[in-house]
Structures are given as C-alpha cells and as structure tokens.
C-alpha cells in the first residue's frame, strides 16, 4: 500500500505535470492582492493580469496611481511572501 500524502502536494503535482503550476502561481498575486494591500488601496485598484512575472494593476485615478508608485517594492516584497516564494517581478499601475 502506498503511504498517503497531503492534498497540496498531490495537487502541486498534478499542475506541474500539466504544465501550469508556475501561471497559478503567478495568479495568486491577483487572489492576494486585497489581503496584502489593504482596504483602503483595494478600493482603488484591479489587478488584472499577471504576465512573465508582470502584475498588471488597473488603478482608478491617476494621483493614487503616482502614489502607489513609492509603494511598489513593499507591495511586492509583501505579494512575494504570501505566495510563498519571489513569484512577481514588477507591477504595472495604469
């Protein structure tokens, strides 16, 4: 009989085996976004697509926009450690 295993890692199995664990990696920068933002920039913002490591954040004004910009590495650095490892590389606000 085998020894039975964890759901996570059977399930990290099965996306590795089809060739998508990295892309729903990279998606769970969008899952997180609110939870590591924050209400308040949550309310502002719409990560929309995370592409070759590019999440790309639609923001609904343009001085939350600019400010949003001195807080891009501490958004980052914070997204990186949700998902669990350095997954996102650069975020685009437009």
Do not use: C
């Amino acid at each position: 009989m085998k020894e039975a295993k964890p759901l996570s890692q059977l399930i990290t199995q099965f996306l590795k085996s089809i060739g998508i664990h990295e892309r729903v990696e990279e998606n769970l920068a969008i899952a997180f976004w609110d939870a590591v933002v924050g209400e308040e920039i949550a309310r502002h913002t719409e990560p929309m697509k995370v592409a070759r490591g590019i999440l790309f954040v639609r923001v609904n004004d343009t001085v939350w926009r600019n400010e949003l910009q001195f807080f891009k590495t501490d958004i980052l650095q914070k997204l990186n450690e949700k998902i669990g490892k350095n997954v996102v590389k650069d975020i685009k606000f437009y």
